[in-house]
């Protein structure tokens, strides 16, 4: 996987992921941030690592390095280009008339309004990256799940709804993590399919708080699987290895639906 993949400031910036209506503005749904510099600080178990490239492998491999999609996610139209190390990202919109297309090319980041290029402060444009690149990680898990900076664990074998899966733990390295390096992530591989069919974290800022995702609607669009998510949220400091047990007992509280439409293969 590509370092370059993961090379922007996220930074708590998942509005297109918040959790509901009314949190759209509050709540931090983050993605780590990983630079294209970052080192390794302990490497994947092997363990660990064999079941990651099984299940990049089962949702997409190599695809990924070389595709290019379009799909619609809450009234925005998102694309994204690969193209080994290089990648472009982009995501357009109408609000009030006005057409707005933001453009992230390899780390380059650009805004026109109605055809007309215009300047960003710091801090939106650091948003503006963040808010688009944490659409295309979850709309493309977990093809960036193999950076350097990215520590990647076995951590049990369990059992949700009677079928089988392999638990990974993520965390990222304090050095080309990011601010939210903290941050902690679970994937429930199943052991079938190889595929995810569930995942969870936690996060730190705001005064923290804990989600739990199940997948649904699992498409394979030539050759590469994309998912819906149902999004569930637990009490915050809830340990992620008891959120399975939670979910099965009905004990979470449902706060939204991560909807990927018209998805579209572009390379066609």
């Known amino acids: 996987m590509k370092k370059t993949l993961f090379s922007f400031v996220l930074c708590a ?16 749904e983050t993605t780590p941030t990983v630079s294209e510099t970052s080192q390794k ?12 490239q099984e299940t990049i492998k089962a949702h997409g491999g190599d695809l990924y390095e070389n595709a290019h999609y379009q799909f619609v996610f809450r ?55 963040g808010a688009i690149n944490s659409v295309i990680y979850f709309a493309t898990l977990p093809h960036k799940l193999n950076d350097a900076a990215v520590n990647v664990s076995f951590i049990e074998e369990t059992a949700i709804k009677d079928k089988k899966y392999d638990v990974l733990k993520v965390t ?3 050095n080309g993590g990011g601010e939210d390096f903290e941050d902690e992530y679970h994937y429930w591989v ?12 936690n996060y730190q800022v705001n005064g923290g708080g804990v989600r739990f995702r199940s997948a649904y609607n699992v498409r394979v669009v030539d050759g590469i ?8 949220k637990a009490e915050v400091g809830t340990p992620l290895t008891d959120l399975p047990a939670l979910y099965e007992q009905g004990k979470l509280k449902e706060l939204s639906k991560i909807e990927t439409e018209n998805i579209t293969n572009l390379t066609q």
């Open 13 to 28: 910036l998942f509005l297109s992921f918040t959790s509901c209506d009314s949190e759209k503005k509050s709540t931090p």
């Open 190 to 201: 199943n052991q079938e399919t190889k595929k995810i069919d569930y995942l969870a974290y």
């Open 172 to 174: 990222f390295n304090q």
């Open 75 to 129: 009234d925005k139209t998102y694309t994204f280009k690969n193209n080994g190390n290089k990648f472009t990202y982009t995501v357009e919109s109408t609000k009030d008339g006005d057409q707005t297309m933001d453009v992230l090319e390899n780390g380059v980041f650009s805004r026109q309004v109605n055809n007309q290029t215009i300047t960003l402060s710091e801090k939106k444009e650091n948003s503006a990256k």
């Open 225 to 232: 699987t994309f998912q819906d998510y149902i999004n569930y």
């Open 41 to 52: 600080e302990t490497p994947k178990t092997d363990k660990a690592s064999q079941i990651l």
